[in-house]
């Protein structure tokens, strides 16, 4: 997996609700993930509809996001991802 150190992909503002608890996989293995809500605040548009997970079994944690691809664009409720995506995780600057 390539790093990127120092890259800034996006700043934003906005609302972040995070909703009920999922089972999604990462990579082959089945975490508690969470339903998360994205709306921005600088070009208030349609919701963004993701999942969201913490792994906490390393140091420093890593955030993971849904694995948007394919039909799961997470532009509606309907087509939220069902799986992280394992290609890429947050990094706290």
């Keep these: 997996m ?10 934003e503002t906005g609302s972040i609700v995070i ?16 339903q998360i809500n994205m709306t921005l605040g600088a ?4 919701t ?16 993971y996001t849904g694995d948007s691809t394919g039909v799961n664009t997470g532009n509606t409720a309907a087509t939220r991802p069902t799986t992280l995506d394992g290609r890429s995780y947050l990094v706290k600057q």
């Design 48 to 63: 963004a509809h993701d999942l969201g997970y913490v792994d906490t079994t390393v140091t420093p944690n890593r955030p």
């Design 19 to 34: 909703g009920s608890a999922v089972t999604a996989n990462l990579g082959s293995t089945p975490v508690t993930a969470y």
């Design 2 to 11: 390539p790093t990127f150190a120092n890259t800034v992909v996006s700043t």
């Design 43 to 46: 070009n208030p548009g349609p």
